[in-house]
DNA sequence: AAATTTGTCTATTTACATTTC
DNA sequence: GGAAATGTAAATAGACAAATT
């Protein structure tokens, strides 16, 4: 046992023990989190080595161990070996996005939302749906799956998202979000490691933290994943799987080059593990062919309708390989036994007909009018994305945080995400916020929103 | 270290481990499981205790807890301390109840459905609701937690189930299953223990094994869990919370008397644990109070409109405690964001007007009938259950096993569920099926299946 | 390229609590 | 009612592997 002679030692965090706590590690680890929320340790800290630690502490380095697992399951904690342990970028911005209600009267550009001049057009879809003779029936129940027809409606949605499957793949769930909870909980358990984005869409930091499943960042090349550091990663992180949106990655608004698709592709055939294909954003944006093209038997894909058609839908077509299907359909059956029968039938509808192209084709008008308005008044800042994206990444001039930025336009009257929000583990957040140009009520609402964001970015030259 | 003489010892299960292999515990786990599934070790045997089986083995006690552990959290064991280890009278039927369409032209009484005579009536109400002027609104973003006016309308049927909430309290979702999993994946974390019935709706038991959480079941006085079994219970097991449906119980069709109501509320409230009241059949029957009404503060109350109004509404309305909502809330929003505002707005007009009580009489007349004709056919049998109860609990003569029956039944053109299908943990399985009294699409389908059943019991007396 | 740093994981030791007899 | 049986869980020791220097 050492002495006790470490008031010297350049320790960042010196935790005090009770003499006779009955649960060292519990204790250790309680403590570890009051003093990162309470900003006694700031994110991107370096934790002294476990076996420091237990020196100073006087206890087994194992139980120090056990504490900082405690506390990586919550998501607080990052570590690597022979690198250390650290305090997660996204340990205190972990709140989820969540608004009851449009609080003040401010302009949201924070949620991605499509704008809802096609709303009308599915309506009445929905009224003459409803007045057919045997209506009634979709107040019954179906089948868990989705009927033939729908999964035929559902093939041909994917078809346009550059998927081949066939309906014996192809299930139906409540949206995207919904989609991707059931998968992370239905493929991998408490503890599994799956790979991202150093930043991403928040949906899955929140789900997987529910579910003690870890989420580690993938270092980058050119703004995305790199097939070699992958590779690597997977390895050394034992990855489970991988979780992906090339097309307008959320949040980033990045469309991932044909190259890295393959390489991702590549990976995952060869390490023989999962890919979470988000597709989301695919039908916005120009036809390369995802990575589950490349590697069908190992990707999931997730086309979720209610961004590139209508939030209200609450829809999203899963295609998976045979051996995975019946372990995602349990999952789904546990979250929601099935999805409605009525929507499941308007969503359908909409895939197999014409309708489909013409909503695509207005949201895409109204899109490109709005990234216009966009690129005029910040295209002097670097507004990463895309005419066609609902989103842009504001990279913001000096060393400005997203999260100072994010409460200035607050307080100006405009709601934005902060970098902070979307960051994994101890990646380090990009200087940057992310605007949603769809999701302001009307261009001039935009205009308004995007005037104010000048203003401040004049400012804070 | 003990010698190898163990070859006269008594022990019910002697495993061989490699001579080399590198993880002890992960290899003595796959075996028993793989010793369960393949029928070598049988529900309900006494495995031998740890330290004998560690003896056994040369290897340490604590090796063998911990491989135990792990398939105690599959749900496979259940073990207490003095009593011993042993196997999950459900290990092996712990199939979820999927089914893909209606395969054969099986009878179906298997699922617990409502009959659908008033799904014409919702769908008139849902033709007017969308011609309405500002309709495609529904098809926009709505807050997650439902407007302030679908909560009112939720408020008011809860109000009728016999529980008084506040609007501040109330959170809408995609139906029971959805917010069971909801409270389970908020609420509760990995390895937290939550008291049940001996036999209980099977969802819970998959969302519970998906989670990591373990299903305790709490031996019962006069068919219902008993106050002070219940205290004994929470302290010994370390319970988190209890899961309880006091009316009509599922499977068993037990309504929950008034005292055992009370106790439990007492007892909930005293050791300061959590309650999810499942009230999927409170206004089927006779108006008890709930369990809520006595235990406000600790009780999340489920109220699912599935069961009660019609299978296609998906939509459930929960009322919690304000210190859990936002717990709750969040898991919701990890699941499925949002509910479909549709749905969310048909189901409050529903709720809020005189359709409700005219659907409530229209599913008692029929349901009255459908249980008369039951009772004609089987009332010589024990056929638990209440005339205005959607299914029926029937014991079976001598002792044959509910999967025996539900095996021949199956054969024979009806589809039941077993009582093995429902029984939790080292319960042991009532010699009983489920029968769903409202599922068969008319009331001749009803009593075709019913006739063969009867046949089936006599030959069987 | 080898030595060192550092985190991860498994088996073990030990204390403890509950149930049974 | 006390001893024995039995499961639970924390703390520790030590082997291992990846990353750094």
Known sequence: MPVNSFENYPMSWKPVLGKN?????KELAKQLEEDIINGVLLPGTKLPPQRELADFLDINASTVTKAFKVCTLKGLLSSSVGRGTY????AVSNTYLLKEGNDDKLIEMGATLPDSTVNKDILELLQKMITEPDASRWLSYNSPG??????EAAKRYLHRCG??????????TNGGQNALTAILAGLFKYGDRIGVDTHV?????????????NLIPIHQKNREMDGGILLQAIQKDKLKGIYAIPAYQNPTAHTMSLETRKAIADAVKKKEIIIIEDGTYQLLGKPIPPIGFFAPENTIYIAGLSKAVAPGLRMAYVAC???????IAAAVYNLNVSVSPIMAELAARISASDLLDSIMNKHKKETIAR??????????WGCMGDETCIFRWLRLPGHISGTFFEERAKSAGVQVYAAERFVVGNAV??????????APESREELEKGLIILKKLLKEME
Chains 1, 2 share one sequence.
Do not use: F
């Open 146 to 151: 989705g009927s033939d027809w729908q999964k």
């Open 21 to 25: 706590s009955r649960h060292l590690y």
């Open 201 to 213: 869409y928040p949906g899955i930091k929140t789900a997987a933290s529910m579910l003690g499943i």
């Open 163 to 172: 998927l081949e499957s066939d309906v014996s793949r192809i299930l139906l």
């Open 429 to 438: 957040p990009d200087h940057a916020v992310r605007i949603s140009v769809c």
């Open 371 to 380: 990234n216009e308005l966009t690129v005029r008044y910040l295209g002097k």
């Open 87 to 90: 305090i997660s970028y996204d």
């Open 321 to 327: 390989p045979e051996v995975y299907k019946n372990r």
